[in-house]
Antibody, heavy 119, light 106 residues
Framework: EVQLVQSGAEVKKAGESLKISCKGSGYIFTNYWIGWVRQMPGKGLEWMGI????????KYSPSFQGQVTISADKSINTAHLQWSSLKASDTAMYYC????????????WGQGTLVTVSS | DIQMTQSPSTLSASVGDRVTITCRAS??????LAWYQQKPGKAPRLLIY???TLEGAVPSRFSGAGSGTDFTLTISSLQPDDFATYYC????????FGQGTKLEIK
């Protein structure tokens, strides 16, 4: 059974750093892309970027380039999304998904990680 | 960047109704379009890809159509479980989501 399990909710202060994770199981992790999607409170879905764990090829949405860092550790089937200095506007639910291609659709999703940043 | 515009933003309907949601792309995306359903507090669920291909286990009352710039998602007979928010997503060039359509009980 394909599963993506994300790390737990985080409460942080503005200016702090953060790294959240998404662990894949039930499939060959290095054969699929992992994408990240932001959902701000009461708002829609925003595609942030995507990584291919097989060779760490990464593509960012222009809106998120330079704001976050996407990485993956294929030895533990885990992708990461990190911030070096959080802002209050980073408060959102973050979802990871399994993509068949960097331009593709997500057929499986993690349960989401809620990040709350206080100013 | 390719922009995706959904209409309406909110749709009120009753169980048994036939409903259609529209998604328009700012430029041609061929049939590289997916539809997702999202319920409150839950992750999105893939319903349709390549504009009209139903994902496995998705009920046949859901259907998708369109190509180029104009697409539709139709639910032939609304069931109580279908009240949710629906998003289109283009994947012709990277990925862009529409702003969502909330399907409410009338």
């Amino acid at each position: 059974e394909v599963q993506l399990v994300q790390s737990g909710a985080e409460v942080k202060k503005a200016g702090e750093s953060l790294k959240i994770s998404c662990k894949g199981s039930g499939y060959i992790f290095t054969n699929y892309w992992i994408g990240w999607v932001r959902q701000m409170p009461g708002k829609g879905l925003e595609w942030m970027g995507i990584i291919y764990p097989g060779d760490s090829d990464i593509k960012y949405s222009p809106s998120f380039q330079g704001q976050v860092t996407i990485s993956a550790d294929k030895s533990i089937n885990t992708a990461h999304l990190q911030w070096s200095s959080l802002k209050a506007s980073d408060t959102a639910m973050y979802y990871c998904g399994r993509w068949g291609d960097s331009s593709g659709y997500a057929d499986f999703w993690g349960q989401g990680t809620l990040v709350t940043v206080s100013s | 960047d390719i922009q995706m515009t959904q209409s309406p933003s909110t749709l009120s309907a009753s169980v048994g109704d036939r409903v259609t949601i529209t998604c328009r792309a700012s430029q041609s995306i061929s049939d590289w379009l997916a539809w997702y359903q999202q319920k409150p507090g839950k992750a999105p669920r893939l319903l349709i890809y390549k504009a009209s291909t139903l994902e496995g286990a998705v009920p046949s009352r859901f259907s998708g159509a369109g190509s180029g710039t104009d697409f539709t998602l139709t639910i032939s007979s609304l069931q109580p479980d279908d009240f949710a928010t629906y998003y289109c997503q283009q994947y012709n060039t990277y990925n862009t989501f529409g702003q969502g359509t909330k399907l409410e009980i009338k």
